[in-house]
T-cell receptor, first 114, second 116 residues
Framework: DGGITQSPKYLFRKEGQNVTLSCEQN?????MYWYRQDPGQGLRLIYY???????QKGDIAEGYSVSREKKESFPLTVTSAQKNPTAFYLC?????????????FGSGTRLTVV | AQTVTQSQPEMSVQEAETVTLSCTYD???????LFWYKQPPSRQMILVIR??????QNATENRFSVNFQKAAKSFSLKISDSQLGDAAMYFC?????????????FGKGTKLSVIP
């Protein structure tokens, strides 16, 4: 079955460390997205990519970086510059034809700073 | 920038009753897409229903229906015959139509509790 796989499910980071969250999809979707979810804040867009080797900053990109070397993969790195990284991170891919449109989400990664 | 507002942080409904979740949005576009997503305790985001703004007919999916009021920029979700499995966070989302503008803007969510 097609879908999006995020790993790991839980991740612990020490102060000053960079960590990378994985997101892989086999839906053949061109567009991929990273969102951050905090209690009472909804989902906020970190980065998105519409094609391979291209990506754009979202509303809260500071302290994060991404790459899109393959259509199937869109990893997110949380750098030490991100001052408050503890949150739930959701990856999504998008299909936007008239007959079938919307996001498919991964199951998320819970990142905790220890 | 578009904004999406869900004015009810929490709501509750008796099992088998009907509940309506509110959503308003701000846009200057005439054609766009609107969505409701459900996030149960597992935190998996699930698409509930979607609507294209150019369609005047309100979307329905089984027990879920929307009341789309374009002039008022309102997109409420009605859940009929509420079930215990409907307990979740519900997020309203907007997408503008322009090329390259594929990202969704989400509201802050409404937490729905279902009382047995």
């Amino acid at each position: 079955d097609g879908g999006i796989t995020q790993s790991p499910k839980y991740l612990f980071r020490k102060e000053g460390q960079n960590v990378t969250l994985s997101c892989e999809q086999n839906l053949n979707h061109d567009a991929m997205y990273w969102y951050r979810q905090d209690p009472g804040q909804g989902l906020r867009l970190i980065y998105y990519s519409q094609i391979v080797n291209d990506f754009q900053k979202g509303d809260i990109a500071e302290g994060y970086s991404v790459s899109r070397e393959k259509k199937e993969s869109f990893p997110l790195t949380v750098t030490s510059a991100q001052k408050n990284p503890t949150a739930f991170y959701l990856c999504a891919s998008g299909r936007w034809d008239r007959l079938n449109y919307g996001y498919t989400f991964g199951s998320g990664t819970r990142l905790t700073v220890v | 920038a578009q904004t999406v507002t869900q004015s009810q942080p929490e709501m509750s409904v008796q099992e088998a009753e009907t509940v309506t979740l509110s959503c308003t949005y701000d846009t200057s576009e005439s054609d766009y897409y609107l969505f409701w997503y459900k996030q149960p305790p597992s935190r998996q985001m699930i698409l509930v229903i979607r609507q294209e703004a150019y369609k005047q007919q309100n979307a329905t999916e089984n027990r879920f229906s929307v009341n789309f009021q374009k002039a008022a920029k309102s997109f409420s979700l009605k859940i009929s015959d509420s079930q215990l499995g409907d307990a979740a966070m519900y997020f309203c989302a907007y997408r503008s139509p322009g090329a390259g503008s594929y990202q969704l803007t989400f509201g802050k969510g409404t937490k729905l509790s279902v009382i047995p």
